[in-house]
């Protein structure tokens, strides 16, 4: 940390970690030491004392813990208080556990008069450890969703707040631009978002949250229309009709990158995004929050543009 201030450390710290998260490049135990570490640093006391639960286990007293095991989705059977109490690492252990049991569950090769019965007893073992792995890995992909939101919060919030103001300028002028040129309709919804923030209130939240969706549905007609064609990317067939916004949006990104990590990271932005501004989330979206989803859509909107276009439209050669 030597030479650099807090604020800078904390921005290098969350950009490290969304690769971290979104590339799969630290196990379990390392990964939330080091998101700890962060919380610690921008001061995210219900992120810091979450992350502990996930280190060492949930109790059954405490609010943050309850409130987190439902979030994790790690109830069973809530008014029973029964669900997976064990910490992060665990949850991954048993995962790697039950899928090896389960690979070692070969139907007998008998013929006895007791054949038929050893059979459905191998199949309902096979159908419990497989009910038992679905739900384990649901618990693992909410923490890293959460991890990743918290993440993302804190280093869209910093990089905005390191920003000299002339820069952010500069740099609103050219997405402005860009945006003026290739999506213009987008460039029209901007201030409403802005008003209702202003708003502070739950109706003011729900409404610039709708309208970041629809942002985002715009920019995808804007530069890649719909279609009924379909496209391969990674391995998956994806259509792109008028209702697959994220599809189009996706394939506009990856006909003008190269570099796998980024589409990679993209993709993941661009999926957060629309889980948080669609409807029926909104009612647990703070102002604070509104605003982080808001300027994230903007920087978003402008990395995709600056991929293939200079602010004065001139395509950039791959």
Partial sequence: MAGKSQSEHILELSRELLDDI?????????L????SRLARLAGSEEVLKWIGFEMSGYNGSDPISLLYMTKTGRWINYEKKQ???GPFAQQEASIAALTAKLSSMNLPNIS???AGIAIQGVITAQNAT????SSLSGVTSRVLALLHKFVSEVYYEREFAALAESTFERYKKD???LIALHAGDVLSKIPAVVNRLNEKDEEGISQ???TCRRILEAFADAIFPPTDSTIELNGNTLKLDASKHQNRINAYIAGITTSSSRRQRLRQNLSNLFDRVSTGVHKDV???EAFSLFLNTYLFLGEVLHLGFSPDGVVKPE
């Fill in 175 to 177: 997405v402005d631009a």
């Fill in 286 to 288: 703070t102002t604070e």
């Fill in 130 to 133: 497989t009910t038992s792995i």
């Fill in 83 to 85: 669900g997976y109490w």
């Fill in 32 to 35: 939330l030491l080091k998101c």
């Fill in 112 to 114: 006895s008069e007791y």
């Fill in 22 to 30: 979104e590339l799969g490049r630290l196990e379990a135990t390392k």
């Fill in 208 to 210: 610039a949250l709708a």
